[in-house]
């Protein structure tokens, strides 16, 4: 699951911004900079906010947080810094903070005990990977295998085909899209890119900075599509 499943809700004074990640990304701060930039425009425009009077503003708190199921190994927290990107000893007027849980199945136990439906997933793609070589029958024998009491349960199987082609999808756009970082297929690295934002997987925005394009460079590229 990459920024698709991506959800911003404001909860009394905090804004929060959740992102699930299946590889390292050192460079999250700067992505969530970005997204919690767009969002306070979002919320000075949407509650008729003057940011140029002499009136202080009162903004909701960001909290920034990454869940990460990858396969390469990462502590169960780990906190990533904007200021990271600096140069050594730069003295910089500002950084970003980002929270990276991982959710892998067997690690961050005390997270994902209190959120039963997160360690049923971080499960469901433990088993998943344990027979990558057939991917498809994996997700199937994956589902069927779940224990009775799983909450998400009732909903998957009643949503079987669906959530089947869901990880199909992300499995095959994730593989793909690291042998093309991998072996530096600049051409099918934005095709892949290309396809994930029409399906509304990730924004423009993200998809230019993986591919160190602008955004409007990215978007005339989509327009050739």
């Not at 990462?74 to 906190?79: A, F, M, V």
Request: with cysteine.
């Amino acid at each position: 699951m990459r920024m698709d499943e991506e959800e911003m809700r404001l909860l009394q004074e905090e804004m929060d911004l959740f992102e699930q990640q299946s590889s390292y990304n050192p460079n999250m701060p700067l992505r969530l900079l970005q997204y919690i930039g767009n969002l306070y425009e979002k919320y000075v425009i949407e509650n008729k906010l003057n940011k140029y009077g002499s009136k202080l503003i009162k903004l909701p708190v960001p909290k920034l947080v990454v869940f990460y199921n990858g396969k390469k190994g990462q502590p169960d927290e780990k906190i990533l810094r904007l200021s990271d990107s600096f140069p050594v000893g730069a003295d910089s007027d500002i950084d970003v903070k980002v929270r990276m849980i991982n959710v892998n199945y067997g690690r961050s136990t005390k997270i994902l005990d209190a959120c039963k439906p997160l360690k049923e997933y971080a499960w469901i793609v433990e088993q998943i990977r344990k027979n990558e070589g057939e991917i498809e029958n994996a997700i199937d024998r994956a589902i069927s295998d779940m224990p009775d009491d799983f909450e998400i349960k009732p909903y998957l199987m009643a949503h079987r085909a669906e959530v089947k082609g869901m990880l199909l999808t992300e499995y095959n756009e994730a593989a793909t899209m690291e042998l093309f970082k991998e072996d530096g297929r600049k051409e099918g690295f934005l095709e892949a890119l290309i396809r994930m934002v029409k399906r509304k997987k990730i924004s423009v925005e993200e998809a230019a900075l993986e591919a160190d394009m602008t955004p409007d460079e990215f978007a005339e590229e989509l327009k050739k599509e």
